[in-house]
């Protein structure tokens, strides 16, 4: 059941489809377990979504296997933000979890924002 859901889930995914480049999307970053697109609704000059080749559905939904591929997700972002000189000034990684969280796309995702002073608490 569990398999069959995630099955159904990726067939109709909006970011399965941008990895399997079905959607077209600018992509900043691939490797054999993530990429990096940009948000096509950027909130600041860089914003940039990095997220796993594997389709899971949210922060809440990593079995204890998909660790080692959060962890790598945030090398890449950690590299990818000096490579923008975003080290110099500052940056902000945001994951959306569930309804209160915010999440609207059901596929695990990370946003990197920078470019612009973020206040903080976020509303
Ligand atoms: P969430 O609210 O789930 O944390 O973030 C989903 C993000 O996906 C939003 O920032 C939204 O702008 C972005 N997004 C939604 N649809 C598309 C799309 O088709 N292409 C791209 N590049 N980004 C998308
Ligand atoms: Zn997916």
Redesign the pocket.
Known sequence: MVLLRSVFSMDSC?FCK?IEKK?P??IVFEDELCIG?????P?APT?V?FIPKKHIESLNDIISSDESIVGHILGVVSRYAKEQNLDKTGYRV???MGKDG????FHL?F?LVGGKSFGWPPG
Do not use: C, E, R
Not at 102 to 105: E, M, W
């Open positions: 909006l941008i959607i999307s600018s697109f940009k948000d096509i609704n909130i914003h979504l945001v994951n959306n915010g999440q609207t796309v995702h946003h």
